[in-house]
């Protein structure tokens, strides 16, 4: 059987559930095939930087991207561990300014 749905029906679904549930709903045994369409999403407002220091995870980046802050305030720890990467970490010590050497691979 073929289901059709929109790109925010999928996400929806994702994010009410794990994929790896939804996966099998769609007779997918690797939840990693599960594809959204590509289709254009409307544009969302752009975000101001943030002041102070941010962390955030989630995000599929290359390896030469996870190794450095995303910018001065901003660092990803948590880049591609769901497909085999490393786990990022940062050390911070009160700095404003986030920095490479700071930056550590688990």
């Known amino acids: 059987m ?3 749905l929109t790109r925010q029906q999928l996400y929806d679904m ?8 939804v996966a099998p709903e769609f007779g997918i045994s690797d939840p990693a095939r599960l594809v ?9 407002e752009e975000t ?5 220091p941010t962390f955030v995870g989630h ?12 910018s001065d305030r901003v660092a990803c720890v948590d880049y591609s561990v769901a497909k085999g990467g490393p786990l990022m970490a940062y050390r911070y010590s009160g700095e ?10 688990l």
């Open 48 to 52: 101001r930087a943030p002041d102070w």
């Open 36 to 44: 959204i369409p590509d289709i254009a999403l409307p544009a969302r």
């Open 14 to 21: 994702i994010w009410e559930r794990a994929v790896s549930k």
């Open 59 to 70: 995000d599929w980046l290359s390896s030469a991207e996870a190794a450095r802050p995303l």
């Open 96 to 105: 404003a300014t986030l920095t490479a050497e700071n930056v550590v691979a």
């Open 2 to 4: 073929r289901h059709v």
